[in-house]
T-cell receptor, first 114, second 110 residues
Framework: DAGVIQSPRHEVTEMGQEVTLRCKPISGHDYLFWYRQTMMRGLELLIYFNNNVPIDDSGMPEDRFSAKMPNASFSTLKIQPSEPRDSAVYFC????????????FGDGTRLSIL | RKEVEQDPGPFNVPEGATVAFNCTYS??????FFWYRQDCRKEPKLLMSVYSSGNEDGRFTAQLNRASQYISLLIRDSKLSDSATYLCVALKTSYDKVIFGPGTSLSVIP
């Protein structure tokens, strides 16, 4: 089985530009999570979906961040406009059911905003 | 106080040593607990779940102390390949926000 697939692996862009990160969860998984990881703040949950519906977006830092899941096999995390402080590794993860199940992470997107 | 706290380390131990990490959680309603391992510049991967009665997987032993609200991970006979950051996770009842600890860094030295 393919794991969680994220793209791009690396993104370098100038501040003010729109950034779109993409994620394909493991087939059959009904939960999808977006995380951000930095040295200072560790691994932070930004938002998660259940059956394509956003359940908790309280971790989304501000209105510049938005996430969508138009179908069971695709999700996007968008930052517009991007700022240097958004530089981080962004992980997508999926799991089959709720809290008792482990999450499977993608390789992450390393984002650098200049 | 953070919801999940860990000693960041680093823990530097010689090969063959036994090392233990603790992780404390603040919400007594937390029901599910896990240890994840993250190698440098890689994604976190599940190491093991933590069961109420404690559980063992080879050289790794996980324990839960609900009264004191902490979980622990014991690694026996450390290998060089155990060098990584170990993240604990606490989950509340039903499906709720996933809280990862900040991680504990382990370096096993030859």
């Amino acid at each position: 089985d393919a794991g969680v697939i994220q793209s791009p692996r690396h993104e370098v862009t100038e501040m003010g530009q729109e950034v779109t990160l993409r994620c394909k969860p493991i087939s059959g998984h009904d939960y999808l999570f977006w995380y951000r990881q930095t040295m200072m703040r560790g691994l932070e949950l930004l938002i998660y979906f259940n059956n394509n519906v956003p359940i908790d977006d309280s971790g989304m830092p501000e209105d510049r961040f938005s996430a969508k899941m138009p179908n069971a096999s695709f999700s996007t995390l968008k930052i517009q406009p991007s700022e240097p402080r958004d530089s981080a590794v962004y992980f997508c993860a999926s799991s089959h059911t709720g809290g008792g199940q482990p999450q499977h992470f993608g390789d992450g997107t390393r984002l650098s905003i200049l | 106080r953070k919801e999940v706290e860990q000693d960041p380390g680093p823990f530097n131990v010689p090969e063959g040593a036994t090392v233990a990490f603790n992780c404390t959680y603040s919400n007594s309603a937390s029901q599910s607990f896990f240890w994840y391992r993250q190698d440098c510049r890689k994604e976190p991967k599940l190491l093991m779940s933590v069961y109420s009665s404690g559980n063992e997987d080879g050289r790794f032993t996980a324990q839960l102390n609900r009264a004191s609200q902490y979980i622990s991970l014991l690694i026996r006979d450390s290998k060089l390949s155990d060098s990584a950051t170990y993240l604990c996770v606490a989950l509340k009842t039903s499906y709720d926000k996933v809280i990862f600890g900040p991680g504990t860094s382990l370096s096993v030295i030859p």
